[in-house]
């Protein structure tokens, strides 16, 4: 463990090893202008301009830890979809590892989307499955957290 104040905290934090259990998430951000109502509801219409992602949820505090120079080791959940795969490549951009990371077909990969028109968020739409991971794929888990707990 570290301790100490954050001057003599960072310098010795590239090098640790840090396991992240949690549920990993795409961060989506739509961002556009709105020019005109609805005519079909009382809504903004968001002519979408451009669309950034980023990690979430607890792939946000494994890029953190890489970012300060720590060894992230990432364990979760992602669907076999686009955003899994977006998940990847973020996680090989940022030298996160991926080997904790598991496949469940029979669920999505957590997308958090938002909306944004004029520096507002005017909306955030969630795909995701909160029910429990297979007992298959959390044993695995596990199996994979005590390996590289030995290791």
Do not use: H
């Amino acid at each position: 463990m570290i301790t100490g104040n954050r001057s003599a905290i960072l310098p010795r934090f590239s090098s640790a090893r840090v396991a992240v259990l949690g549920d990993i998430m795409l961060d989506i951000y739509l961002w556009g202008q709105v020019t005109r109502i609805s005519p079909e509801a009382p809504v903004p219409v968001v002519s979408v301009k451009k669309r950034t992602c980023c990690l979430g949820g607890a792939a946000n505090v494994m890029r953190n830890i890489a970012t300060l120079g720590a060894r992230a080791e990432g364990f979760g959940v992602i669907g076999d979809d686009d955003a899994g795969k977006q998940v990847l490549a973020e996680f090989a951009a940022e030298k996160i590892g991926a080997d904790g990371v598991l496949y469940d077909p029979a669920r999505p990969t957590t997308e958090k989307r938002r909306i944004m028109a004029s520096g507002q968020q005017l909306l955030r739409v969630d795909q995701e499955n909160t029910s429990p991971v297979p007992d298959g794929v959390r044993r695995k888990m596990v199996d994979l957290i005590i390996d590289r707990i030995r290791s």
